[in-house]
């Protein structure tokens, strides 16, 4: 375990602004979570503890607490920066709808990006439509690329007119009858306290970086292993861009299906060291799955 502190009278500084104490045990949690050994979260949580100081902030710990991680833990090193990872999925919110889709799709659900669909009195664009035999789901998703942002309150309330007026159509068609319809809004940060009591109120289905609790959007990560294409570090920016407008938005799609690089501009060398992390990802993840079991 950590050692005790010593009290820990440091403080740290927030992306917000906001102060807090400096906390090792969080730091110990993350990496154990991310399926970093007892060891090498500890000596990590050391190392930072040394370095820490009155004002740093969160951000540095993260840049110092991820560079040692990567160094004795490579697979633990890309699970690490995933709520990072999906900010950078791009400028625009299609990759993550993408991504969102994907997540769905390894819980067995066909799905379908960008739909159009026929309401009760106007046509609406779908962000993701995800169904299987006896549910259907509509999916908005709200993308932001500053990690701090929080959905607010107006989300949920204009989808909710949106949910109805696809619910009332649907009503009326028998293709639909017996099936569970259920509205859903994914953010990959955060909702703020109204947004959730609104949705709850309404019975719309949230999903955000770590909400609802053990089925948050992180949760469904680690669980179906779809991992952002942008948490790996050996590939750059635009390559990861290009592999994205490829379509290749989740790890998982290059893992399954290795063949898919062949379509692409990279150089040999950035194939096999792509492939070769990707293999400590998920033998990681394995491991980690077999040790729960």
């Not at 635009?238 to 938005?249: A, D, N, P, R």
Request: hydrophobic share 35%; with cysteine.
């Amino acid at each position: 375990m950590v050692p005790e502190k010593k009290t820990y009278d440091i403080s740290v500084v927030k992306n917000s602004g906001e102060s807090a104490l400096f906390d090792p045990e969080k730091i110990l949690r993350s990496l154990k979570n991310v399926g970093a050994s007892d060891e090498v979260a500890e000596m990590i949580v050391r190392a930072v503890e040394l370095e820490a100081y009155d004002g740093i902030p969160t951000r540095e710990i993260y840049r110092k607490t991820f560079s040692l991680l990567r160094k004795y833990s490579r697979g633990a090193s890309v699970r690490y920066r995933l709520k990072d990872a999906i900010s950078q999925l791009g400028n625009t919110g299609y990759p993550f709808e993408r991504f969102v889709a994907d997540l769905f799709a390894e819980k067995g659900y066909h799905v379908r990006v960008g739909m159009v669909i026929r309401g009760y009195s106007i046509n609406h664009e779908v962000d993701v439509v995800a169904m299987n035999h006896d549910r259907i789901f509509t999916i908005e998703c709200k993308y932001h690329v500053n990690p701090s942002s929080k959905s607010d309150v107006k989300v949920p309330m204009y989808i909710l007119s949106r949910y109805r007026d696809i619910e009332n159509a649907w009503e009326q068609h028998p293709e639909y009858e017996g099936k569970i319809y259920q509205q859903w809004i994914a953010t990959n940060t955060r909702f703020t306290d109204d947004a959730i009591a609104f949705a709850e109120a309404y019975h719309l289905n949230i999903l955000s970086w770590d909400y609802p609790k053990g089925e948050s959007i992180r949760d469904w990560i680690q669980m179906y292993g779809v991992y952002p294409i942008t948490c790996l570090s050996c590939i750059s920016k635009s390559e990861k861009q290009m592999l994205i407008s490829k379509g290749m938005v989740s790890c998982g799609t290059i893992y399954k299906n290795p063949h898919l690089l062949d379509k692409t501009p990279l150089p040999s060398s950035k194939k096999i060291m792509l492939k070769k992390e990707l293999m400590y990802l998920y033998d990681g993840i394995l491991k980690e799955k077999e040790r729960l079991e």
